[in-house]
């Protein structure tokens, strides 16, 4: 039985895993707990799995969790804000730890698994994007596994397995296209908050199904894919697959090509993440190719879905930059979530923040180096936000 600790836990991923927990009790159980701030389908998931320890990331839900779960006997350790997130992620006998925190707010935590032995489940891509010049290191440094729980890169990882060192030659990632892949370019200018969160194919959270919409997610996974396997920038491309039922594919330098398909559902490749290197039985529904019906693929537009482009450049630039451009992402697309700007703000904006980076970009950053190019570019969309409010003002 494998002991696994889960940072957030009340997030898609979060849930997801715990219904993998539930449906193979004989193979693991739960140590840790982290959240962020609901705290009744926390207190719910304590009841039910008994963890040794809970987090609450927002401060002020403390008391609310712990008059929640005040009836359960043994009590949990209890604690709150980004500490208590990072004491879950290094705490007890926990094998793995899933990362389901959204964004850069889950590198603290990562590193400290990392650095008490844990291996990680890596759901959180902004993790490695950002601090990969850090992550990595450290995970040689320990002997740890960093395994991708997410579709496309687990995808990837399971069409590798058995493939000699030198054997890969290209990574293909595919793109369902998001909310907006079937409407003309002309168009996004009108698109609302509520059009970019209809996903045609995957239930994810907002920031995710967001980053869908624009492309964004798709650059940011050639950047992980670039630090997860090795492969330089150029060996790997993008592909819109409207179906959602190829993951992702890998090209050999014979020119084969393998692909690793399934239905639109996140728990497999959180489970042949938890469960690497062994196959589980599940009573989930099996592909039924006749069913799939046709599956397509076309080449993305680079004028409707710019964000590519600009993680490529940011990727290529490495150093802190690709850091700039997640925290610059995260912060426009919390902006466009709060309708502060509209959808075609993301990317401008986005680019102008890594235009004006002059920071620390060395070739390896240290984590206070990464650290200030988050808070810099979060700072700087914010600047050019509000300049950008003003001038629509006064126009």
Same mark, same amino acid.
Request: hydrophobic share 45%; glycine share 8%; with cysteine.
């Given at each position: ?16 895993? &715990?219904?993998? $927990? ?21 207190? +719910? ?6 963890? @040794? ?24 350790? *209890? ?6 997130? %990072? ?17 850069? =707010? ?22 490695? *994007? ?8 450290? %995970? =040689? ?21 058995? $493939? ?21 370019? #002309? ?6 908050? =509520? ?5 045609? !194919? ?14 964004? !997610?798709?650059?940011? @996974?050639? *950047? ?74 076309? @080449? ?12 490529? =450049? ?25 309708? +502060?700007?509209?959808? &075609?703000?993301?990317?401008? &904006? ?10 620390? !970009? ?5 984590? #206070?180096? *990464? ?8 700072? @700087? ?15």
């Amino acid at each position: 039985m494998k002991a696994i600790s889960i940072l957030g836990s009340t997030g898609s991923i979060g849930t997801q895993t &715990l219904d993998i $927990v539930e449906q193979h009790p004989d193979r693991f159980r739960v140590v840790g707990l982290a959240a962020g701030r609901n705290v009744t389908l926390l207190a +719910e998931q304590v009841r039910q799995f008994q963890p @040794e320890i809970v987090a609450i990331q927002d401060e002020s839900k403390l008391a609310e969790l712990k008059e929640a779960i005040a009836s359960l006997h043994p009590q949990p350790i *209890i604690t709150a804000g980004q500490g208590g997130v %990072v004491e879950v992620a290094r705490y007890g006998d926990a094998e793995s730890v899933v990362t389901g925190i959204v964004g850069c =707010a889950g590198l603290l935590p990562t590193l400290a698994a990392i650095e008490a032995g844990k291996d990680i489940a890596l759901a959180n891509k902004e993790t490695l *994007i950002a601090g990969a010049p850090v992550v990595l290191p450290l %995970v =040689a440094k320990h002997g740890t596994k960093l395994l991708p729980a997410d579709s496309e890169h687990s995808a990837i990882f399971q069409c590798l397995q058995g $493939v000699p060192d030198g054997g890969l030659r290209r990574i293909i990632l595919t793109a369902s296209g998001g909310a907006f892949r079937d409407l003309p370019v #002309e168009q996004l200018a009108h698109v609302t908050v =509520a059009d970019a969160l209809k996903h045609p !194919n995957w239930s994810m959270g907002q920031k995710i199904t967001i980053d869908s919409a624009t492309l964004m !997610n798709k650059g940011l @996974e050639v *950047i992980e894919a670039h630090y997860l396997f090795g492969m330089d920038y150029d060996a790997i491309d993008i592909v819109i697959h409207p179906q959602s039922i190829i993951h992702s594919l890998i090209e050999l330098q014979d020119t084969s090509v393998l692909a690793q398909l399934g239905w639109a559902d996140m728990r497999l490749p959180l489970l042949y993440a938890l469960s690497y290197p062994h196959r589980l039985p599940t009573q989930w529904s099996p592909l039924d190719l006749v069913k799939a019906g046709d599956l397509t693929f076309r @080449e993305p537009d680079h004028e409707k879905y710019p964000c590519m482009q600009l993680a490529y =450049a940011a990727g290529r630039a490495g150093g802190a930059m690709p850091a700039v451009l997640n925290a610059a992402n995260e912060q426009v697309v919390a902006m466009f979530l709060a309708q +502060e700007i509209q959808f &075609l703000d993301i990317p401008r &904006l986005i680019e102008q923040v890594c235009d004006r980076f002059t920071g620390q !970009n060395t070739a390896q950053p240290n984590l #206070e180096d *990464i650290l200030a190019a988050d808070a810099w570019a979060r700072g @700087e969309a914010i600047a050019l936000q509000q300049a950008l409010t003003k001038t629509s003002v006064a126009v």
